[in-house]
């Protein structure tokens, strides 16, 4: 059975707490997810950005080598895919 994607899992095991992702070269802000989980090794999670009122999903690729981002926007019928996850870092209190 393959491992389960480390970014993934990363932020799987931070949830429900916040935390800092760099989405590609576009994002670098403070996640909290609503909702996380795995199926086998797939990832999906939903959340939102600090300071920003559109919906983020996370999935895995479907070779599980990345954690991709997707992001609604108020108003919008689609996603727009907007990168990768690049780092996670847990958010301490004293950070927020």
Do not use: C
């Not at 919906?55 to 479907?62: C, G, H, L, M, Q």
């Amino acid at each position: 059975m393959p491992d389960l994607n480390r970014v993934a899992k990363r932020m799987y095991n931070i949830h429900p707490n916040a935390m800092r992702l760099v989405v590609g070269e576009e994002i670098d802000g403070t996640f909290t997810l609503e909702s996380a989980e795995f199926f086998q090794t797939d990832f999906q999670a939903e959340g939102g950005l600090d300071g920003d009122d559109a919906v983020y999903r996370f999935a895995t690729t479907e070779h599980n080598d990345a954690v991709v981002v997707g992001r609604q926007r108020p108003g919008e019928d689609g996603w727009t895919m907007i990168g990768e996850v690049e780092t996670v870092e847990r958010v301490d209190a004293t950070d927020a």
